[in-house]
């Protein structure tokens, strides 16, 4: 079954960087368009980047302002999330989930990595 695991959280002080990764298995991964996606406490699951499976074609939501880099290794199976300049709104439980854009809300995810901006 799809298996998806999040790692690279953790805490950070405005400003400062982060890289999530997410390993993929139990799905042909480099025929999948990848996404990643945020849930912040006591809100709603939010889209935030999506790349195609050549990875030639990336998408962001208008709040990452050029701050994020999306990025896979498909002879990995992993798909990466380079963080700068990061808010106290980016503080959430982070989600990598197959599909692109909107699509990627409705797919399975795993356990999630927390990134909390702290002051």
């Known amino acids: 079954q799809v298996q998806l695991v999040e790692s690279g959280g953790g805490l950070v002080q405005p400003g400062g960087s982060l890289r999530l990764s997410c390993a993929a298995s139990g799905f042909t991964f480099d025929v999948s368009e990848m996404s990643w996606v945020r849930q912040a406490p006591g809100k709603g699951l939010e889209w935030v980047s999506s790349?195609?499976?050549?990875?030639?074609?990336?998408s962001y939501a208008a709040f990452v302002k050029g701050r994020f880099a999306i990025s896979r290794d498909n002879a990995k199976n992993t798909l990466s999330l380079q963080m700068s300049g990061l808010m106290f709104e980016d503080s959430a439980v982070y989600f990598c989930?197959?599909?692109?854009?909107?699509?990627?809300?409705?797919?399975?995810r795993g356990q999630g990595t927390q990134v909390i901006v702290f002051s």
């Open positions: 989930t197959q599909g692109y854009r909107e699509s990627s809300l409705r797919s399975p």
């Open positions: 790349i195609t499976s050549d990875g030639n074609l990336r």
